[in-house]
């Protein structure tokens, strides 16, 4: 089991950016999946991005490809989600997620039931 604890949210005006973080303890980093998920206000948690063990393989929603990013620096035990060009519609808590998959070289998850291991959730607010 690894904790995670997301950061780096906060209230943006449409068309800016922001940074999410997600550092993990407790675990072997490198031999974890992640992922991240946002949940709107009266809506479920949703995918955003997948990243793989090496992070040279990432994923995205339809609804962020072009304008976020996931990133992870293993030797930090960090994952990152840049997000640029944001949206009304991104309003949400954003969750990072981690699965222990160390056998799984190169395979994404993008499935909410996938994971294992969730940080506390960090609230992004974009005014239109």
């Known amino acids: 089991q690894v904790q995670l604890v997301d950061s780096g949210g906060g209230l943006v005006q449409a068309g800016g950016s922001l940074r999410l973080s997600c550092v993990a303890s407790g675990g072997s980093f490198s031999r974890y999946n992640m992922g991240w998920f946002r949940q709107a206000p009266g809506k479920e948690r949703e995918f955003v991005a997948a990243i793989t063990l090496s992070g040279r393989v990432t994923t995205y929603a339809d609804s962020v490809k072009g304008r976020f990013t996931i990133s992870r620096d293993n030797a930090k035990n960090v994952v990152y989600l840049q997000m640029n060009s944001l949206k009304f519609e991104d309003t949400a808590v954003y969750y990072c997620?981690?699965?222990?998959?160390?056998?799984?070289?190169?395979?994404?998850?993008?499935?909410?039931?996938?994971?294992?291991?969730w940080g506390q959730g960090t609230q992004v607010t974009v005014s239109s």
């Open positions: 997620a981690a699965r222990y998959s160390p056998a799984m070289i190169g395979l994404l998850f993008t499935g909410e039931n996938d994971y294992n291991d």
